[in-house]
Protein backbone atom coordinates (compact mmCIF):
# COMPACT_ATOMS: atom_id res chain seq x y z
CA UNK A 1 0.00 0.00 0.00
CA UNK A 2 1.35 3.56 -0.88
CA UNK A 3 -0.16 6.80 -0.12
CA UNK A 4 1.31 7.64 -3.59
CA UNK A 5 -0.86 5.02 -5.18
CA UNK A 6 -4.30 6.51 -3.24
CA UNK A 7 -3.80 9.68 -3.50
CA UNK A 8 -3.66 8.80 -7.02
CA UNK A 9 -6.74 6.86 -7.49
CA UNK A 10 -8.72 9.18 -5.02
CA UNK A 11 -8.09 12.99 -6.65
CA UNK A 12 -7.12 11.65 -10.08
CA UNK A 13 -8.68 8.70 -11.42
CA UNK A 14 -12.20 8.71 -8.78
CA UNK A 15 -13.74 11.87 -9.93
CA UNK A 16 -14.16 10.61 -13.78
CA UNK A 17 -14.74 7.10 -12.43
CA UNK A 18 -17.50 8.25 -10.03
CA UNK A 19 -19.34 10.50 -12.79
CA UNK A 20 -19.18 7.89 -15.16
CA UNK A 21 -21.01 5.68 -12.54
CA UNK A 22 -23.27 8.37 -11.35
CA UNK A 23 -24.39 8.52 -15.36
CA UNK A 24 -25.19 4.81 -15.20
CA UNK A 25 -27.10 4.89 -12.41
CA UNK A 26 -28.93 7.83 -13.26
CA UNK A 27 -29.58 6.55 -16.42
CA UNK A 28 -30.76 3.10 -15.95
CA UNK A 29 -32.74 4.12 -13.51
CA UNK A 30 -34.49 7.09 -15.02
CA UNK A 31 -35.26 4.24 -17.92
CA UNK A 32 -36.28 2.01 -15.26
CA UNK A 33 -38.26 3.95 -14.04
CA UNK A 34 -40.08 5.70 -17.44
CA UNK A 35 -41.07 1.78 -18.34
CA UNK A 36 -41.56 0.27 -15.09
CA UNK A 37 -43.98 2.97 -13.47
CA UNK A 38 -46.58 3.02 -16.43
CA UNK A 39 -46.01 -0.95 -17.19
CA UNK A 40 -47.50 -1.00 -13.60
CA UNK A 41 -49.93 0.89 -14.20
CA UNK A 42 -51.24 -0.93 -16.76
CA UNK A 43 -51.02 -4.27 -15.50
CA UNK A 44 -53.24 -3.03 -13.28
CA UNK A 45 -55.89 -1.98 -15.36
CA UNK A 46 -58.76 -4.02 -15.34
CA UNK A 47 -58.73 -4.79 -19.13
CA UNK A 48 -54.53 -5.95 -18.64
CA UNK A 49 -55.01 -7.52 -15.19
CA UNK A 50 -53.90 -10.88 -16.81
CA UNK A 51 -50.99 -10.07 -18.47
CA UNK A 52 -50.03 -9.05 -14.74
CA UNK A 53 -48.67 -12.78 -13.49
CA UNK A 54 -47.63 -13.41 -16.94
CA UNK A 55 -45.20 -10.44 -16.75
CA UNK A 56 -44.21 -10.72 -13.36
CA UNK A 57 -43.15 -14.42 -13.83
CA UNK A 58 -40.74 -13.18 -16.73
CA UNK A 59 -39.69 -10.30 -15.27
CA UNK A 60 -38.51 -12.73 -11.83
CA UNK A 61 -36.65 -15.08 -14.18
CA UNK A 62 -34.98 -11.86 -15.45
CA UNK A 63 -34.15 -11.19 -12.13
CA UNK A 64 -32.83 -14.55 -11.49
CA UNK A 65 -30.10 -14.75 -13.87
CA UNK A 66 -26.49 -13.46 -12.56
CA UNK A 67 -25.76 -9.86 -13.04
CA UNK A 68 -22.56 -10.87 -14.30
CA UNK A 69 -24.32 -13.34 -16.76
CA UNK A 70 -26.32 -10.43 -18.09
CA UNK A 71 -23.40 -8.22 -18.55
CA UNK A 72 -21.17 -11.25 -19.93
CA UNK A 73 -24.34 -11.79 -22.54
CA UNK A 74 -24.62 -8.04 -23.99
CA UNK A 75 -21.40 -8.07 -24.64
CA UNK A 76 -22.10 -9.61 -28.28
CA UNK A 77 -25.24 -8.33 -28.48
CA UNK A 78 -24.52 -4.41 -28.05
CA UNK A 79 -20.35 -4.75 -28.01
CA UNK A 80 -18.65 -2.26 -25.65
CA UNK A 81 -19.57 0.91 -23.65
CA UNK A 82 -22.05 2.40 -21.79
CA UNK A 83 -24.91 1.75 -24.05
CA UNK A 84 -24.60 -1.94 -23.84
CA UNK A 85 -24.12 -1.80 -19.83
CA UNK A 86 -27.50 0.18 -19.55
CA UNK A 87 -29.18 -2.20 -21.14
CA UNK A 88 -28.30 -5.22 -19.34
CA UNK A 89 -28.03 -3.14 -16.13
CA UNK A 90 -32.28 -2.18 -16.95
CA UNK A 91 -33.22 -5.56 -17.16
CA UNK A 92 -32.80 -6.21 -13.98
CA UNK A 93 -33.62 -3.18 -12.45
CA UNK A 94 -37.46 -3.39 -13.82
CA UNK A 95 -38.59 -6.14 -11.61
CA UNK A 96 -38.47 -4.41 -8.42
CA UNK A 97 -39.90 -1.53 -9.93
CA UNK A 98 -42.84 -2.60 -11.71
CA UNK A 99 -43.86 -5.60 -8.74
CA UNK A 100 -44.06 -2.65 -6.44
CA UNK A 101 -45.92 -0.42 -8.44
CA UNK A 102 -48.32 -3.40 -9.08
CA UNK A 103 -48.70 -4.20 -5.22
CA UNK A 104 -49.23 -0.59 -4.05
CA UNK A 105 -51.67 0.07 -6.87
CA UNK A 106 -53.39 -3.29 -5.69
CA UNK A 107 -52.81 -2.47 -2.46
CA UNK A 108 -55.53 0.59 -2.60
CA UNK A 109 -58.61 -0.19 -0.54
CA UNK A 110 -61.75 -0.48 -3.11
CA UNK A 111 -63.63 1.27 -1.23
CA UNK A 112 -61.25 4.53 -1.73
CA UNK A 113 -62.11 3.62 -5.49
CA UNK A 114 -65.81 2.79 -5.19
CA UNK A 115 -65.92 6.44 -3.68
CA UNK A 116 -63.46 8.42 -5.74
CA UNK A 117 -65.95 6.62 -9.04
CA UNK A 118 -69.39 7.26 -7.41
CA UNK A 119 -68.21 10.68 -7.07
CA UNK A 120 -67.41 10.82 -10.67
CA UNK A 121 -63.98 10.98 -10.73
CA UNK A 122 -62.64 9.94 -13.67
CA UNK A 123 -60.45 7.22 -14.14
CA UNK A 124 -57.87 9.08 -14.80
CA UNK A 125 -58.38 11.09 -12.13
CA UNK A 126 -58.40 8.49 -10.17
CA UNK A 127 -55.16 7.24 -11.01
CA UNK A 128 -53.27 10.18 -10.40
CA UNK A 129 -55.17 12.10 -7.40
CA UNK A 130 -55.91 8.35 -5.63
CA UNK A 131 -54.31 5.77 -6.24
CA UNK A 132 -50.75 6.63 -7.39
CA UNK A 133 -50.12 9.11 -4.32
CA UNK A 134 -51.37 6.37 -1.87
CA UNK A 135 -48.71 3.73 -4.15
CA UNK A 136 -46.13 6.19 -4.09
CA UNK A 137 -44.82 4.93 -0.76
CA UNK A 138 -44.13 1.33 -2.12
CA UNK A 139 -43.27 2.11 -5.70
CA UNK A 140 -40.61 4.43 -3.90
CA UNK A 141 -39.15 1.50 -1.89
CA UNK A 142 -39.18 -0.56 -5.05
CA UNK A 143 -37.23 2.36 -6.98
CA UNK A 144 -34.87 2.13 -3.64
CA UNK A 145 -34.23 -1.11 -3.78
CA UNK A 146 -33.65 -1.16 -7.80
CA UNK A 147 -31.19 1.80 -7.12
CA UNK A 148 -29.18 -0.21 -4.54
CA UNK A 149 -28.64 -2.80 -6.81
CA UNK A 150 -27.86 -0.71 -9.97
CA UNK A 151 -25.27 0.90 -8.10
CA UNK A 152 -23.50 -2.82 -6.86
CA UNK A 153 -23.88 -4.36 -9.97
CA UNK A 154 -22.74 -1.17 -12.15
CA UNK A 155 -19.42 -2.06 -10.44
CA UNK A 156 -19.70 -5.26 -13.21
CA UNK A 157 -20.13 -3.02 -16.54
CA UNK A 158 -16.37 -2.09 -16.65
CA UNK A 159 -16.07 -5.77 -18.01
CA UNK A 160 -17.51 -4.22 -20.93
CA UNK A 161 -16.02 -0.96 -21.29
CA UNK A 162 -18.82 0.88 -19.72
CA UNK A 163 -16.44 2.55 -16.95
CA UNK A 164 -17.41 3.74 -13.37
CA UNK A 165 -16.25 2.57 -10.13
CA UNK A 166 -15.77 -0.66 -11.62
CA UNK A 167 -12.53 0.82 -13.41
CA UNK A 168 -11.05 1.39 -10.56
CA UNK A 169 -11.52 -2.11 -9.03
CA UNK A 170 -10.57 -4.15 -12.56
CA UNK A 171 -7.84 -1.81 -12.49
CA UNK A 172 -6.46 -2.47 -9.03
CA UNK A 173 -7.01 -6.41 -9.60
CA UNK A 174 -4.46 -6.29 -12.66
CA UNK A 175 -2.38 -4.30 -11.44
CA UNK A 176 -2.09 -5.35 -7.99
CA UNK A 177 -2.83 -1.92 -6.77
CA UNK A 178 -5.02 -2.60 -4.04
CA UNK A 179 -5.60 0.98 -3.43
CA UNK A 180 -7.36 1.14 -6.60
CA UNK A 181 -9.91 -1.61 -5.25
CA UNK A 182 -10.01 0.15 -1.87
CA UNK A 183 -11.26 3.54 -3.39
CA UNK A 184 -13.16 1.63 -5.86
CA UNK A 185 -15.46 -0.59 -3.58
CA UNK A 186 -15.21 2.07 -0.83
CA UNK A 187 -16.97 4.44 -3.08
CA UNK A 188 -18.76 2.50 -4.19
CA UNK A 189 -20.16 1.27 -1.02
CA UNK A 190 -20.71 5.17 0.09
CA UNK A 191 -22.65 5.44 -3.12
CA UNK A 192 -24.78 2.77 -2.20
CA UNK A 193 -25.41 3.58 1.25
CA UNK A 194 -26.32 7.17 0.55
CA UNK A 195 -29.19 6.67 -2.34
CA UNK A 196 -30.40 4.13 -0.09
CA UNK A 197 -30.58 6.25 2.51
CA UNK A 198 -31.93 9.21 0.96
CA UNK A 199 -34.59 7.39 -1.01
CA UNK A 200 -35.77 6.15 2.16
CA UNK A 201 -36.00 9.47 3.71
CA UNK A 202 -37.57 10.22 0.72
CA UNK A 203 -40.42 7.94 1.55
CA UNK A 204 -41.14 8.53 4.91
CA UNK A 205 -41.84 12.24 3.67
CA UNK A 206 -44.00 11.67 0.96
CA UNK A 207 -46.37 9.15 2.86
CA UNK A 208 -49.54 11.14 3.11
CA UNK A 209 -49.50 12.32 6.67
CA UNK A 210 -52.61 10.75 7.31
CA UNK A 211 -51.23 7.17 6.72
CA UNK A 212 -47.97 7.53 8.37
CA UNK A 213 -47.80 5.07 11.32
CA UNK A 214 -47.14 7.41 14.59
CA UNK B 1 -88.29 11.26 -10.63
CA UNK B 2 -85.85 7.81 -10.29
CA UNK B 3 -87.87 5.06 -13.22
CA UNK B 4 -86.42 1.63 -13.21
CA UNK B 5 -87.81 -0.40 -15.92
CA UNK B 6 -87.87 -3.82 -16.56
CA UNK B 7 -84.13 -3.59 -15.35
CA UNK B 8 -82.63 -7.59 -15.51
CA UNK B 9 -79.02 -7.85 -14.15
CA UNK B 10 -77.31 -11.17 -15.03
CA UNK B 11 -73.86 -11.09 -13.80
CA UNK B 12 -71.24 -13.14 -16.11
CA UNK B 13 -70.86 -16.71 -14.35
CA UNK B 14 -73.63 -16.15 -11.96
CA UNK B 15 -76.53 -18.55 -11.86
CA UNK B 16 -79.15 -16.61 -11.11
CA UNK B 17 -80.05 -13.29 -12.01
CA UNK B 18 -78.81 -10.44 -9.92
CA UNK B 19 -81.63 -8.43 -10.33
CA UNK B 20 -84.97 -9.58 -12.11
CA UNK B 21 -87.00 -7.88 -14.43
CA UNK B 22 -87.36 -4.75 -11.98
CA UNK B 23 -89.68 -1.72 -12.47
CA UNK B 24 -89.83 0.56 -9.93
CA UNK B 25 -91.27 3.81 -9.77
CA UNK B 26 -89.13 6.06 -6.88
CA UNK B 27 -90.91 9.18 -5.96
CA UNK B 28 -89.20 12.90 -5.63
CA UNK B 29 -88.55 14.47 -2.49
CA UNK B 30 -89.20 11.30 -0.43
CA UNK B 31 -86.74 8.87 1.02
CA UNK B 32 -87.12 5.53 -0.41
CA UNK B 33 -85.46 2.21 0.81
CA UNK B 34 -84.70 -0.79 -0.71
CA UNK B 35 -84.49 -3.23 2.05
CA UNK B 36 -84.19 -7.39 1.95
CA UNK B 37 -81.69 -10.10 2.94
CA UNK B 38 -77.75 -9.64 2.15
CA UNK B 39 -77.51 -10.94 -1.44
CA UNK B 40 -80.71 -10.02 -2.74
CA UNK B 41 -79.36 -7.03 -5.09
CA UNK B 42 -79.90 -4.32 -3.39
CA UNK B 43 -76.29 -2.75 -4.01
CA UNK B 44 -76.76 -3.75 -7.86
CA UNK B 45 -79.74 -1.47 -7.98
CA UNK B 46 -78.32 1.10 -6.28
CA UNK B 47 -75.09 0.55 -8.90
CA UNK B 48 -77.24 0.85 -12.09
CA UNK B 49 -78.86 3.87 -11.14
CA UNK B 50 -75.50 5.60 -11.29
CA UNK B 51 -74.13 3.37 -13.98
CA UNK B 52 -71.36 2.15 -11.51
CA UNK B 53 -72.76 -0.92 -13.16
CA UNK B 54 -75.00 -1.05 -16.33
CA UNK B 55 -78.29 -3.38 -16.33
CA UNK B 56 -77.95 -6.34 -18.86
CA UNK B 57 -81.38 -5.26 -19.81
CA UNK B 58 -84.02 -2.43 -19.42
CA UNK B 59 -83.44 1.49 -18.66
CA UNK B 60 -83.05 3.75 -16.11
CA UNK B 61 -84.40 7.52 -16.30
CA UNK B 62 -84.27 10.16 -13.94
CA UNK B 63 -86.53 13.17 -14.57
CA UNK B 64 -87.42 11.07 -17.71
CA UNK B 65 -83.89 10.88 -19.41
CA UNK B 66 -82.21 7.89 -19.79
CA UNK B 67 -79.15 7.79 -17.80
CA UNK B 68 -77.41 4.98 -20.61
CA UNK B 69 -77.47 8.45 -23.07
CA UNK B 70 -75.43 10.95 -20.21
CA UNK B 71 -71.74 10.37 -19.45
CA UNK B 72 -71.04 8.81 -16.31
CA UNK B 73 -68.81 10.82 -14.90
CA UNK B 74 -71.28 13.72 -15.58
CA UNK B 75 -73.87 11.61 -14.09
CA UNK B 76 -72.30 10.66 -11.13
CA UNK B 77 -71.11 14.43 -10.33
CA UNK B 78 -74.67 15.22 -10.01
CA UNK B 79 -75.42 12.25 -7.49
CA UNK B 80 -74.94 12.36 -4.02
CA UNK B 81 -73.47 8.80 -3.21
CA UNK B 82 -72.47 7.17 0.37
CA UNK B 83 -71.00 3.67 1.13
CA UNK B 84 -71.00 1.96 4.49
CA UNK B 85 -67.13 1.69 4.16
CA UNK B 86 -67.49 5.33 3.44
CA UNK B 87 -64.16 5.47 1.45
CA UNK B 88 -62.73 8.91 2.59
CA UNK B 89 -59.43 9.82 0.52
CA UNK B 90 -57.17 9.04 3.86
CA UNK B 91 -54.24 11.07 2.53
CA UNK B 92 -56.58 14.05 1.79
CA UNK B 93 -58.18 16.44 5.15
CA UNK B 94 -61.51 16.25 6.08
CA UNK B 95 -62.11 19.51 3.99
CA UNK B 96 -60.33 18.42 1.20
CA UNK B 97 -62.58 15.23 1.08
CA UNK B 98 -65.60 17.40 1.54
CA UNK B 99 -64.64 19.73 -1.71
CA UNK B 100 -64.06 16.97 -4.16
CA UNK B 101 -66.91 17.46 -5.98
CA UNK B 102 -67.10 20.88 -5.67
CA UNK B 103 -63.31 20.57 -7.37
CA UNK B 104 -64.91 18.50 -10.34
CA UNK B 105 -67.58 20.78 -10.56
CA UNK B 106 -64.40 23.33 -10.71
CA UNK B 107 -65.85 26.42 -8.23
CA UNK B 108 -63.83 29.08 -7.20
CA UNK B 109 -61.56 28.59 -3.53
CA UNK B 110 -63.94 31.02 -1.67
CA UNK B 111 -67.10 29.00 -2.71
CA UNK B 112 -66.31 25.93 -2.01
CA UNK B 113 -64.39 26.60 1.26
CA UNK B 114 -67.32 28.42 2.37
CA UNK B 115 -69.54 25.39 1.28
CA UNK B 116 -67.14 23.11 3.27
CA UNK B 117 -67.32 24.84 6.20
CA UNK B 118 -70.95 24.84 6.06
CA UNK B 119 -71.47 21.27 5.58
CA UNK B 120 -69.37 20.81 8.75
CA UNK B 121 -71.24 22.38 10.46
CA UNK B 122 -74.46 21.14 9.29
CA UNK B 123 -72.98 17.85 9.86
CA UNK B 124 -72.40 18.78 13.73
CA UNK B 125 -68.59 18.47 13.75
CA UNK B 126 -66.60 20.71 14.85
CA UNK B 127 -65.31 23.27 12.49
CA UNK B 128 -62.04 24.44 13.63
CA UNK B 129 -61.50 20.70 15.27
CA UNK B 130 -62.23 18.97 11.85
CA UNK B 131 -61.64 21.26 8.93
CA UNK B 132 -57.43 19.99 9.31
CA UNK B 133 -57.94 16.53 10.38
CA UNK B 134 -57.59 13.39 8.03
CA UNK B 135 -60.06 11.00 8.03
CA UNK B 136 -57.93 8.26 10.19
CA UNK B 137 -58.30 10.79 13.08
CA UNK B 138 -61.66 10.49 13.28
CA UNK B 139 -63.98 7.96 14.86
CA UNK B 140 -66.35 5.87 12.84
CA UNK B 141 -69.45 8.11 13.54
CA UNK B 142 -67.75 11.23 12.49
CA UNK B 143 -66.15 9.41 9.53
CA UNK B 144 -69.41 8.65 8.50
CA UNK B 145 -70.72 12.07 8.69
CA UNK B 146 -68.18 13.43 6.86
CA UNK B 147 -69.05 11.00 3.93
CA UNK B 148 -72.52 11.78 4.22
CA UNK B 149 -71.36 16.05 4.02
CA UNK B 150 -68.96 14.90 1.02
CA UNK B 151 -72.05 13.81 -0.60
CA UNK B 152 -74.07 16.71 -0.36
CA UNK B 153 -71.41 18.93 -1.60
CA UNK B 154 -73.08 20.51 -4.59
CA UNK B 155 -76.60 20.19 -3.22
CA UNK B 156 -77.35 16.93 -5.42
CA UNK B 157 -80.99 16.78 -6.10
CA UNK B 158 -80.49 13.00 -5.43
CA UNK B 159 -78.83 10.75 -2.67
CA UNK B 160 -77.75 6.74 -3.00
CA UNK B 161 -77.01 5.57 0.01
CA UNK B 162 -75.73 1.74 0.68
CA UNK B 163 -76.19 0.72 4.16
CA UNK B 164 -74.78 4.33 5.36
CA UNK B 165 -74.57 3.68 8.83
CA UNK B 166 -74.37 -0.20 8.74
CA UNK B 167 -70.66 0.16 9.95
CA UNK B 168 -71.26 2.51 13.46
CA UNK B 169 -72.15 1.67 16.41
CA UNK B 170 -76.12 1.52 17.30
CA UNK B 171 -76.21 4.66 19.47
CA UNK B 172 -74.11 6.80 16.44
CA UNK B 173 -76.29 4.91 13.97
CA UNK B 174 -79.35 5.96 15.62
CA UNK B 175 -78.34 10.22 16.36
CA UNK B 176 -77.10 9.78 12.64
CA UNK B 177 -80.76 8.35 11.43
CA UNK B 178 -82.29 11.22 13.55
CA UNK B 179 -80.31 13.56 12.18
CA UNK B 180 -80.34 12.56 8.45
CA UNK B 181 -84.23 12.75 8.75
CA UNK B 182 -84.26 16.26 10.59
CA UNK B 183 -81.96 17.45 7.86
CA UNK B 184 -84.48 15.91 5.08
CA UNK B 185 -87.23 17.95 5.99
CA UNK B 186 -85.33 20.78 4.88
CA UNK B 187 -83.53 19.51 1.87
CA UNK B 188 -85.94 17.47 0.35
CA UNK B 189 -83.94 15.20 -1.68
CA UNK B 190 -85.08 12.33 -3.25
CA UNK B 191 -82.99 9.60 -1.63
CA UNK B 192 -82.49 5.65 -2.41
CA UNK B 193 -81.74 4.58 1.08
CA UNK B 194 -80.51 0.76 1.24
CA UNK B 195 -80.47 -1.23 3.99
CA UNK B 196 -80.74 -5.24 5.07
CA UNK B 197 -82.34 -3.79 8.56
CA UNK B 198 -85.97 -4.18 8.47
CA UNK B 199 -86.50 -1.36 11.69
CA UNK B 200 -83.59 1.06 10.08
CA UNK B 201 -86.28 0.88 6.58
CA UNK B 202 -89.77 1.62 9.05
CA UNK B 203 -87.51 4.74 10.27
CA UNK B 204 -86.05 5.71 7.26
CA UNK B 205 -88.71 4.72 4.73
CA UNK B 206 -91.36 7.27 3.37
CA UNK B 207 -91.78 4.15 0.87
CA UNK B 208 -90.33 0.64 1.08
CA UNK B 209 -89.29 -2.06 -1.27
CA UNK B 210 -88.70 -4.73 0.19
CA UNK B 211 -86.37 -7.79 -2.29
CA UNK B 212 -85.70 -11.30 -2.23
CA UNK B 213 -83.12 -12.68 -4.32
CA UNK B 214 -83.72 -10.31 -6.90
CA UNK B 215 -87.26 -9.95 -6.80
CA UNK B 216 -89.39 -6.93 -5.92
CA UNK B 217 -91.82 -8.50 -3.81
CA UNK B 218 -93.51 -5.99 -2.07
CA UNK B 219 -93.71 -1.57 -2.68
CA UNK B 220 -95.32 0.55 -0.12
CA UNK B 221 -95.32 2.75 2.80
CA UNK B 222 -93.66 1.39 6.14
CA UNK B 223 -97.92 1.33 7.41
CA UNK B 224 -99.01 -0.83 4.53
CA UNK B 225 -96.51 -3.36 4.92
CA UNK B 226 -96.58 -3.75 8.31
CA UNK B 227 -100.37 -3.77 8.11
CA UNK B 228 -100.78 -5.89 5.03
CA UNK B 229 -97.55 -8.19 4.52
CA UNK B 230 -98.13 -9.51 1.13
CA UNK B 231 -96.95 -12.84 1.99
CA UNK B 232 -95.10 -14.90 4.16
CA UNK B 233 -91.92 -13.95 3.16
CA UNK B 234 -92.43 -10.41 3.88
CA UNK B 235 -94.14 -11.52 7.35
CA UNK B 236 -91.23 -13.87 8.13
CA UNK B 237 -88.82 -10.36 7.00
CA UNK B 238 -90.82 -8.04 9.02
CA UNK B 239 -90.34 -10.00 12.02
CA UNK B 240 -92.93 -11.80 15.31
CA UNK B 241 -93.19 -7.95 16.81
CA UNK B 242 -94.46 -6.72 13.46
CA UNK B 243 -97.79 -4.66 15.76
CA UNK B 244 -95.29 -2.97 18.06
CA UNK B 245 -93.12 -1.84 15.15
CA UNK B 246 -96.16 -0.26 13.71
CA UNK B 247 -96.88 1.44 16.91
CA UNK B 248 -93.39 2.94 16.19
CA UNK B 249 -95.24 4.59 13.75
CA UNK B 250 -97.28 6.77 15.38
CA UNK B 251 -97.87 9.53 17.85
CA UNK B 252 -99.86 10.03 20.50
CA UNK B 253 -102.31 12.60 18.57
CA UNK B 254 -102.79 9.86 15.85
CA UNK B 255 -104.96 7.33 18.42
CA UNK B 256 -106.13 9.94 20.88
CA UNK B 257 -110.11 10.73 21.46
CA UNK B 258 -111.04 13.95 22.84
CA UNK B 259 -111.83 14.42 26.67
CA UNK B 260 -115.27 14.13 27.44
CA UNK B 261 -115.88 15.77 30.74
CA UNK B 262 -114.06 18.06 32.92
CA UNK B 263 -114.73 18.38 36.51
CA UNK B 264 -113.94 20.60 39.36
CA UNK B 265 -112.38 19.51 42.48
CA UNK B 266 -115.34 21.12 44.52
CA UNK B 267 -118.04 19.09 41.83
CA UNK B 268 -116.40 16.11 43.00
CA UNK B 269 -119.56 14.34 44.00
CA UNK B 270 -121.42 14.89 41.34
CA UNK B 271 -118.47 13.33 38.72
CA UNK B 272 -119.98 10.25 38.04
CA UNK B 273 -123.51 12.16 37.41
CA UNK B 274 -121.40 14.45 34.36
CA UNK B 275 -119.71 11.48 33.11
CA UNK B 276 -122.66 9.23 32.36
CA UNK B 277 -124.63 12.58 30.93
CA UNK B 278 -121.37 13.17 28.97
CA UNK B 279 -121.45 9.35 28.37
CA UNK B 280 -117.99 8.67 29.07
CA UNK B 281 -116.27 6.21 31.12
CA UNK B 282 -113.63 8.81 32.34
CA UNK B 283 -113.22 12.75 34.06
CA UNK B 284 -110.74 14.61 34.41
CA UNK B 285 -110.67 16.81 37.42
CA UNK B 286 -108.96 20.35 37.50
CA UNK B 287 -108.80 22.55 41.07
CA UNK B 288 -109.80 25.78 41.22
CA UNK B 289 -107.82 27.52 39.57
CA UNK B 290 -107.93 25.02 36.39
CA UNK B 291 -104.79 23.00 37.37
CA UNK B 292 -105.08 19.24 35.96
CA UNK B 293 -105.29 17.06 39.08
CA UNK B 294 -105.70 13.65 37.59
CA UNK B 295 -108.52 11.61 36.21
CA UNK B 296 -111.27 9.34 37.01
CA UNK B 297 -112.69 6.26 35.94
CA UNK B 298 -116.48 6.30 36.26
CA UNK B 299 -116.23 2.23 37.68
CA UNK B 300 -113.40 3.71 40.64
CA UNK B 301 -116.39 6.89 41.03
CA UNK B 302 -118.98 4.58 41.53
CA UNK B 303 -116.49 2.11 43.74
CA UNK B 304 -116.04 4.94 46.37
CA UNK B 305 -118.86 7.49 45.97
CA UNK B 306 -119.03 7.86 49.66
CA UNK B 307 -115.52 8.45 50.61
CA UNK B 308 -114.98 11.88 48.68
CA UNK B 309 -111.34 12.28 50.42
CA UNK B 310 -110.93 8.55 49.53
CA UNK B 311 -111.54 9.51 45.87
CA UNK B 312 -109.60 12.67 45.34
CA UNK B 313 -106.72 10.11 46.53
CA UNK B 314 -107.27 8.58 43.60
CA UNK B 315 -107.21 11.24 41.51
CA UNK B 316 -103.88 12.53 42.85
CA UNK B 317 -102.29 8.81 42.02
CA UNK B 318 -102.58 10.04 38.23
CA UNK B 319 -100.83 13.30 38.54
CA UNK B 320 -98.33 12.67 36.54
CA UNK B 321 -100.70 10.63 33.73
CA UNK B 322 -100.43 13.02 31.16
CA UNK B 323 -98.02 13.28 28.02
CA UNK B 324 -97.20 15.71 25.12
CA UNK B 325 -98.99 14.38 21.90
CA UNK B 326 -95.68 14.03 20.24
CA UNK B 327 -94.98 10.86 22.28
CA UNK B 328 -94.66 8.19 20.20
CA UNK B 329 -97.43 5.04 20.81
CA UNK B 330 -94.84 2.72 22.23
CA UNK B 331 -93.53 5.16 24.58
CA UNK B 332 -97.27 6.10 25.86
CA UNK B 333 -98.09 2.42 26.18
CA UNK B 334 -95.06 2.21 28.49
CA UNK B 335 -96.17 4.88 30.23
CA UNK B 336 -99.70 3.89 31.09
CA UNK B 337 -98.01 0.23 32.49
CA UNK B 338 -95.67 2.63 34.37
CA UNK B 339 -98.24 4.57 35.98
CA UNK B 340 -100.63 1.43 36.31
CA UNK B 341 -103.24 3.83 34.76
CA UNK B 342 -106.55 3.54 32.34
CA UNK B 343 -105.82 6.43 30.81
CA UNK B 344 -102.87 9.22 30.16
CA UNK B 345 -103.84 12.56 29.52
CA UNK B 346 -102.51 14.07 26.49
CA UNK B 347 -101.19 17.77 26.49
CA UNK B 348 -100.53 20.41 23.67
CA UNK B 349 -98.17 22.54 25.20
CA UNK B 350 -99.60 23.23 28.62
CA UNK B 351 -103.55 22.53 27.32
CA UNK B 352 -105.22 19.27 27.27
CA UNK B 353 -106.22 18.18 24.28
CA UNK B 354 -106.95 14.22 24.35
CA UNK B 355 -106.93 10.70 26.26
CA UNK B 356 -105.54 7.67 25.31
CA UNK B 357 -106.38 4.82 26.42
CA UNK B 358 -105.24 0.70 25.47
CA UNK B 359 -108.40 0.76 23.95
CA UNK B 360 -107.83 3.67 22.15
CA UNK B 361 -104.10 2.53 21.07
CA UNK B 362 -105.70 -1.43 20.21
CA UNK B 363 -108.41 -0.09 17.60
CA UNK B 364 -106.06 2.30 15.95
CA UNK B 365 -103.33 -0.06 15.14
CA UNK B 366 -106.17 -2.51 14.22
CA UNK B 367 -108.05 -0.23 12.05
CA UNK B 368 -109.06 -0.83 8.75
CA UNK B 369 -107.86 1.32 6.02
CA UNK B 370 -109.64 4.43 5.54
CA UNK B 371 -111.32 4.50 9.11
N1 LIG C 1 -69.34 -7.85 -9.49
C1 LIG C 1 -70.06 -8.97 -9.31
N2 LIG C 1 -69.82 -10.09 -10.04
C2 LIG C 1 -70.55 -11.20 -9.87
N3 LIG C 1 -71.55 -11.33 -8.99
C3 LIG C 1 -71.85 -10.28 -8.22
C4 LIG C 1 -71.13 -9.03 -8.33
N4 LIG C 1 -71.65 -8.16 -7.46
C5 LIG C 1 -72.65 -8.81 -6.83
N5 LIG C 1 -72.77 -10.07 -7.26
C6 LIG C 1 -73.79 -11.07 -6.83
O1 LIG C 1 -75.06 -10.51 -7.06
C7 LIG C 1 -75.91 -10.76 -5.98
C8 LIG C 1 -76.44 -9.48 -5.43
O2 LIG C 1 -75.40 -8.72 -4.84
P1 LIG C 1 -75.60 -7.31 -4.18
O3 LIG C 1 -76.30 -6.42 -5.13
O4 LIG C 1 -74.30 -6.85 -3.66
O5 LIG C 1 -76.58 -7.67 -2.97
P2 LIG C 1 -76.93 -6.87 -1.64
O6 LIG C 1 -76.41 -5.48 -1.78
O7 LIG C 1 -78.40 -6.95 -1.55
O8 LIG C 1 -76.28 -7.59 -0.52
C9 LIG C 1 -75.11 -11.58 -4.98
O9 LIG C 1 -75.44 -12.93 -5.17
C10 LIG C 1 -73.70 -11.31 -5.35
O10 LIG C 1 -72.90 -12.42 -5.06
MG1 LIG D 1 -74.93 -4.50 -0.59
Redesign the interface.
Known amino acids: MSWENFRFALFEKAPEALFEHSMIVVITITIAILISVPLGVLLTRPKYKGLGLVTLNVLNVLQAIPGLAIIALALPILGLGMKPAVVALLFQSLLPIVRNTIAGLIGVSPDVKEAACGMGMSQRRILLEVEIPLAMPIILSGIRTATVYVVSIGTLAALIGAGGLGNLIMGGLALFRPEYLLVGAGLGAIMAITLERSLSYLERRITPPGMRVS | MIELKQITKQYLGQAMPAVENLSLSIPEGEICVLVGPSGCGKSTILRMI ?1 R ?1 IEPTSGTVTIKGEDVSSTDS ?6 IG ?1 V ?1 Q ?9 IAENIA ?2 PR ?1 YKWPKERIAKRVDELIVMMGLDLEKTRGK ?4 LSGGQMQRV ?1 VA ?2 MAVDPPIM ?1 MDEPFGAVDPIARNHLQDELLRLQKEIKKTIVFVTHDINEAIKMGDNIAIFDAGKLVQFGTPEEILTNPKNSFVENFIGHDRVVKKLNLYRADDAMQPVGCLVKESDLQSAGQRMKDAGTEVAFLLNEVGQRLGHLTFAEFEAGKGDLEGLRKKVLRTEKAFVQISTSLPDALSLLLEFDSDYLGILKGDELCGMLSFKDIRKHVYRKDGE
Request: charged share 15%.
Open positions: NMDQLRMGYIQIGLLPHRTIVLYPSQGRAL
